[in-house]
């Protein structure tokens, strides 16, 4: 695949204080790329370099094969949405939407055609005569998605756009974004915290910590094969369920409890395969009732706390003095108090070594 921008041990410092570092990332032509993680990990200071509005401290930066890295924002073929709509306020949805387009001083045919791409694409047509005022929130970040579909890049970059809109807005809005780079196949560079816009928008999602990307992969890989205890934990709601135990001659051992291995891949990292562990198991990947009986691994619980959410039931007990989640129907009865027979296959199961935290 022809790779749309490419990154080169990046690295960016303020003072003493190291931002980025060494940071290497290629995306491909046409490819959704979203860069996840917590707050303060780099991510939307590594868009923030791509898109030229902060001078890196070394490496280089390209995107369709030209070196941008000292290049100003204007030159980079690139068109950004922030996390705020920065409207216009004085100025009408086409005014907002033109306003780039007549400062570069394009012919009016060619802004009367691209706003109207853009305003057909994101269907805001209606709203063309209206002010940021008169809008909804969902419709004032689409303006502001439409203000940098205008510009008729390759490249798009998103910062956290859905992040000041309620939970129905940020679903639909979602949908629309990816509906949007089907059509388009655009480049698309999206950086959230929300890791359920990242499964459900990304090609490959780059998960950031301490200014480094700890893995990156597509959405089945990152929920599947974590690369380490990180990453794990960060991704699932509810997060990961965790057991410190021993590996010992093909089992895992938690006191009294024995928890065979078989099935399980063991991965190529080096790490020895038995001692210190630490084993996860998904809340979803638990079940209970008349399938217990078909799984290789048992116990018996108590529930001490239920969190219905309508779809599911999410039901906290103790497996071993470790707090332990299960993911349950949402038709599902079950009280407090009571007792469960839990299951599930380690094959399902991530292991991560106890010093390193990295896969086994």
């Given amino acids: 695949m022809q790779n749309s921008v490419e990154i080169k041990n990046l690295d960016l410092q303020f003072g003493a204080v190291k931002v980025l570092q060494n940071l290497n990332l290629e995306i491909g032509k046409g490819e959704f790329l979203v860069l996840l993680g917590s707050s303060g990990c780099g991510k939307s200071t590594l868009l923030n370099c791509i898109a ?3 001078d890196v401290s070394g490496g280089q930066i390209h995107i369709n094969d030209r070196n941008v890295t000292w290049a100003e924002p204007s030159d ?7 996390q705020s709509y920065a409207l216009y306020p004085q100025m009408t949805v086409e005014g907002n939407l033109s306003f780039g387009l007549k400062n570069a001083k394009l012919p009016k045919p ?9 305003s057909e694409v994101l269907q805001i047509e209606p709203l063309l005569k209206r002010k940021p005022a008169a809008l909804s929130g969902g419709q004032r970040q689409r303006v502001a998605i439409g203000r ?31 509906r949007l780079h089907h059509k388009l196949q655009n480049t698309m560079i ?51 369920n965790f057991l410190e135990g021993n ?16 099935g399980y891949e063991f991965g190529d990292t080096g790490a ?17 009732g008349e399938l217990v009986e078909s799984t290789p691994f048992q116990v018996d619980v108590e529930v001490n706390l239920i969190e219905p959410t309508g779809s599911d039931t999410l039901v906290d007990c103790e497996v071993a003095g470790h707090h332990f989640r299960v993911r349950m129907d949402g038709q599902s009865r079950v009280s407090v108090g009571e007792k469960l027979r839990l299951g599930f296959a380690p ?6 070594d106890a010093k390193t935290e990295l896969r086994l």
Avoid: C, W
């Fill in 52 to 54: 030229g509005l902060l």
């Fill in 76 to 82: 980079r073929g690139i068109g950004m949405v922030f």
């Fill in 110 to 118: 060619e802004i009367a055609k691209r706003i109207k791409h853009a």
């Fill in 148 to 178: 940098a579909l205008v510009r008729d890049v390759d490249v798009f970059l998103f910062d956290e756009p859905l992040s000041n809109l309620d939970a129905k807005l940020r679903a639909d809005l979602r949908v629309e974004i990816k």
């Fill in 190 to 240: 999206y950086v959230t915290h929300d890791q359920i816009e990242a499964m459900t928008l990304a090609d490959r999602i780059a998960i950031m910590r301490g200014g480094q990307i700890m893995q990156l992969g597509s959405p089945d890989e990152i929920y599947g094969q974590p690369i380490n205890k990180y990453v794990a934990d960060f991704i699932g709601s509810p997060s990961m």
């Fill in 247 to 262: 590996i010992k001659n093909g089992t895992f051992e938690m006191g009294e409890l024995s928890i065979p291995l078989d």
């Fill in 272 to 288: 020895a395969t038995e001692g210190a562990a630490t084993m996860g198991i998904r809340p979803e990947h638990v079940v209970t």
């Fill in 347 to 352: 094959a399902r199961a991530s292991l991560f």
